[in-house]
């Protein structure tokens, strides 16, 4: 093996290992750790978000599907809440499908939707991104 290969490997088993160390400190910090903890309506609205694959057309924080809008904070949003989405749900509109939800269904997914709108903001734009590759966000639960 000659010199210029045995550099090669040295630099990359030296990045390699900093990657390492880098994501542990990362992925085990507890500095921004702000953990939801969903209520038993919440968590029957969550399983009826995800038995209907309505990620797949709706996105929370950015993520999901692009057919239907954002429902970060569609809760505290102007002119809409609990009664808006209650009529969005059993209605269909345009390309989205009619659901036949009980009163206790659409009301534990108001819920789910209310507990996600609590936690912050999307998008966020007084994100504050740290020089070691972290972002801090701000939430609405915080003081």
């Given amino acids: 093996m000659n ?10 088993t030296v ?7 880098y994501n542990f400190f990362i992925y ?21 978000w995800q038995k209907n694959n309505c990620w797949s057309c709706h996105q929370i924080y950015g993520l999901g599907g692009y057919l239907g809008p954002d ?4 809760y505290s949003a102007p002119n809409k809440g609990s009664n808006y989405i209650k009529a969005f749900l059993n209605s ?12 206790e269904e659409k009301n534990a997914l108001v819920a789910f939707l209310q507990q ?3 936690t912050g ?23």
């Fill in 121 to 143: 903001y999307y998008p966020n734009t007084e994100a504050d991104i740290k020089p070691y590759g972290w972002v801090e966000i701000k939430y609405k639960n915080e003081k």
């Fill in 15 to 21: 990045l390699v290992l900093i990657f390492c160390v």
């Fill in 3 to 12: 010199n210029k290969t045995k550099n090669s490997i040295i630099v990359i």
């Fill in 28 to 48: 085990t910090s507890k500095e921004s750790e702000h953990p939801i903890e969903l209520s038993s309506e919440a968590l029957l609205g969550q399983k009826l």
């Fill in 92 to 103: 269909g509109v345009k390309s989205m499908p009619k659901f036949d939800f009980s009163e």
């Fill in 116 to 118: 996600i709108d609590s």
């Fill in 71 to 74: 429902l970060t904070n569609v």
